[in-house]
């Protein structure tokens, strides 16, 4: 399996608009961070983890031709906006979409002009089949996949394990029933947003005490504000824990 971390930056990305700060201001390429995004290569499929409103540049970034499938985590903007421009990879074959009901509800209701184009279509509309998810182990293409369900304040959404590894973003709390599907990882990838706790967002003290309980032979951490510098973040993390960055690639 290949892993590449399309964006590892939080909702408003970094640097921030409108925003001076060190880490902003900063020309480390690892603190330059896109809205959050993983990529996944396995057994010659390439299924993507949420279409962030960076996709586009994201793409172009890592030469992408190709979805097979998408998997959503949830429909905020961060996480779904970039969704039109799976147009030029959909034009010879419909790419399917996985999510809970409740967030391909929403991705129909919001973008009901993919779905429903009963007008002028210009340009054209992404080919898109919702599929929703309707067991925690599913096949997406004949790879099996595990549905991991999370808190995001008091919205409930998806992480994902593929083989032995595990993606879990905007979390704030993993429920006791989702920790027995998190056993024997080999690659855990978890939010922490920053030092500061957060309503609806793992802290990094909060993420490594998980890493921690999980126990996974690697552990990455993403979704990173412009609060968290990556060098300081790295000097400081304990061993088998590393900070993402865009551009990431991983051998699993």
Known sequence: MRLTFLGTGTSHGVPALGCGCPVCRSKDRKNKRTRSSLLVEEQGRTILIDTATDFRTQ??????????????THAHADHLHGIDDLRPLSYKKHIPLYGSPETLREIHTRFDYIFNSSGQIGGGVPLLRLSPIQSLVFFVLDIPVTAIPLKHGNLDILGYRIANMAYLTDCSFIPGSSRGLLEGLDVLIINALRARPHSTHFSIGEALHEIARIRPKRAYLTHFSHEVDHRALKKELPYGVAPSYDGLKLES
Do not use: F, N
């Open 59 to 72: 793409a172009l970034r890592e030469k992408v031709s190709s979805i097979d499938a998408v998997l959503y």
